[in-house]
T-cell receptor, first 115, second 114 residues
Framework: AQSVAQPEDQVNVAEGNPLTVKCTYS??????LFWYVQYPNRGLQFLLK??????LVKGSYGFEAEFNKSQTSFHLKKPSALVSDSALYFC?????????????FGKGTRLSVIA | NAGVMQNPRHLVRRRGQEARLRCSPM?????VYWYRQLPEEGLKFMVY????????ESGMPKERFSAEFPKEGPSILRIQQVVRGDSAAYFC????????????FGNGTRLTVT
């Protein structure tokens, strides 16, 4: 079975400071990993994904995430937060060897960037 | 290129009525997924369909819920005899293929059962 844990329900950060949103995963094989962002009353928007290769993945809006196999983590980061980054962030995983199983999402982390 | 289109955006039903939620995937996408979102619970997978086939319905309740993705037309999520616990936001997503392709989400249908 595959699962995702986002240990923080809420992350608060001051504008201009670096931000980290944590994610750990569990799969029986190797993972495909994704981050999505959701703004109020909207669907989820794709930010970035890890498939293979370089452990540091760069995505939209200046976000990046680092795949750490030994810690089974895929934390989302940004060097300098903007107020407009305030939103709900979801990490998701799929086992690469699981055929057509759907993406499994974490419960989400609400990011609040304070001016 | 239009994104994933869901309608209606808001749907109000009384207990016992039927709810029909529609989803038109992005052009060229043949994989459709339905998720349900409840506050504090994140996004829960319901069903995964390809054209005319249900691939995985492990997240969908066995009773009252059904889904289809016909050869022509949108995907439909149907909830019969709705109850208050069915109130949630229902999101449809589509993808080009079923492996590592990102999902593209619609803006959801917010179902309220009174």
């Amino acid at each position: 079975a595959q699962s995702v844990a986002q240990p923080e329900d809420q992350v608060n950060v001051a504008e201009g400071n670096p931000l980290t949103v944590k994610c750990t995963y569990s799969v029986s094989g190797n993972p495909y990993l994704f981050w999505y962002v959701q703004y109020p009353n909207r669907g989820l928007q794709f930010l970035l994904k890890y498939i293979t290769g370089d452990n540091l993945v760069k995505g939209s809006y200046g976000f990046e995430a680092e795949f750490n196999k030994s810690q089974t983590s895929f934390h989302l980061k940004k060097p300098s937060a903007l107020v407009s980054d305030s939103a709900l962030y979801f990490c998701a995983v799929r086992d690469r060897n699981s055929g057509n199983t759907p993406l499994v999402f974490g419960k989400g982390t609400r990011l609040s960037v304070i001016a | 290129n239009a994104g994933v289109m869901q309608n209606p955006r808001h749907l109000v039903r009384r207990r016992g009525q039927e709810a029909r939620l529609r989803c038109s995937p992005m052009k060229g996408h043949s994989h459709v997924y339905w998720y349900r979102q409840l506050p504090e619970e994140g996004l829960k997978f319901m069903v995964y369909l390809q054209k005319e086939n249900i691939i995985d319905e492990s997240g969908m309740p066995k009773e009252r819920f059904s889904a289809e993705f016909p050869k022509e037309g949108p995907s439909i999520l149907r909830i019969q005899q709705v109850v208050r616990g069915d109130s949630a936001a229902y999101f449809c997503a589509s993808s080009l293929s079923g492996d590592n392709s990102p999902l593209h989400f619609g803006n959801g249908t917010r179902l309220t059962v009174t």
